[in-house]
Nanobody, 124 residues
Framework: QVQLVESGGGLVQAGGSLRLSCAAS????????MGWFRQAPGKEREFVAT????????YTADSVKGRFTISRDNAKNTVSLQMNNLKPEDTAVYYC?????????????????WGQGTQVTVSS
């Protein structure tokens, strides 16, 4: 089992920045990749970014590319999401997730473990 705990959400004005962190514990050695997804009210949970645990290869959704950066700290078993130039449409609950297999890194259906989520609200 892998346990994931997110932190760093909050309220920020448009154009501002936030940094989300996800602390992983448990069988982290078995995780192939960790990523971030988000879910706005009335919408489906969507992919934001992911990073492979061993090599550090990253994938980022087009909607946040150039503004959000995902990174990892293997020694601390943490994954972070630096969010810059935030927009009101970025408002959502952000979830950290981990997956064991290497397939379909941007598909939420293929992630095995999820955190409880952290709220990000961007005011205009």
């Amino acid at each position: 089992q892998v346990q994931l705990v997110e932190s760093g959400g909050g309220l920020v004005q448009a154009g501002g920045s936030l940094r989300l962190s996800c602390a992983a514990s448990g069988r982290t050695f078995s995780s192939y990749a960790m990523g971030w997804f988000r879910q706005a009210p009335g919408k489906e949970r969507e992919f934001v970014a992911t990073i492979t645990w061993r090599v550090g290869t990253t994938y980022t959704a087009d909607s946040v590319k150039g503004r959000f950066t995902i990174s990892r700290d293997n020694a601390k078993n943490t994954v972070s999401l630096q969010m810059n130039n935030l927009k009101p449409e970025d408002t959502a609950v952000y979830y950290c997730a981990a997956k064991i297999s290497s397939a379909a890194l941007t598909s939420r259906a293929n992630y095995d473990y999820w955190g409880q989520g952290t709220q990000v609200t961007v005011s205009s």
